[in-house]
């Protein structure tokens, strides 16, 4: 069993700074890509960030310059580092990873997601 779990959402006002973390848990064998999407009420979901194993990245354009994604492998642990965060940053930001389990079986495993508030 594997498991996604999101943390660091929260309200915050405009301008200001969050860092979300996924930490990845269970019969882990490696994990591939991981990334961050979000979706924000009425709209549809969308990347926001994807990090490889390797630490290759890409970014959303509306994110780019102000969020950084990253990753600590021996954590199995991805961080999402969002600076001078907007109002239309609003939304429920969601973990994404490939994992290969240690009976070889490769997947898309989702967090449960955490919410993300911008508002003064």
């Known amino acids: 069993q594997v498991q996604l779990v999101e943390s660091g959402g929260g309200l915050v006002q405009p301008g200001g700074s969050l860092r979300l973390s996924c930490a990845a848990s269970?019969?882990?064998?490696?994990?591939?890509?991981m990334g961050w999407y979000r979706q924000a009420p009425g709209k549809e979901r969308e990347l926001v960030a994807g990090?490889?194993?390797?630490?290759?990245?890409n970014y959303a354009d509306s994110v780019k310059g102000r969020f950084t994604i990253s990753r600590d492998n021996a954590k199995n642990t991805a961080y999402l580092q969002m600076n001078s965060l907007k109002p239309e940053d609003t939304a429920v930001y969601s973990c994404?990873?490939?994992?290969?389990?240690?009976?070889?079986?490769?997947?898309?495993?989702w967090g449960k997601g955490t919410l993300v508030t911008v508002s003064s």
């Open positions: 994404n990873a490939f994992i290969i389990t240690t009976m070889k079986f490769g997947m898309n495993y």
């Open positions: 269970g019969s882990i064998f490696s994990i591939n890509t």
């Open positions: 990090i490889t194993s390797d630490g290759s990245t």
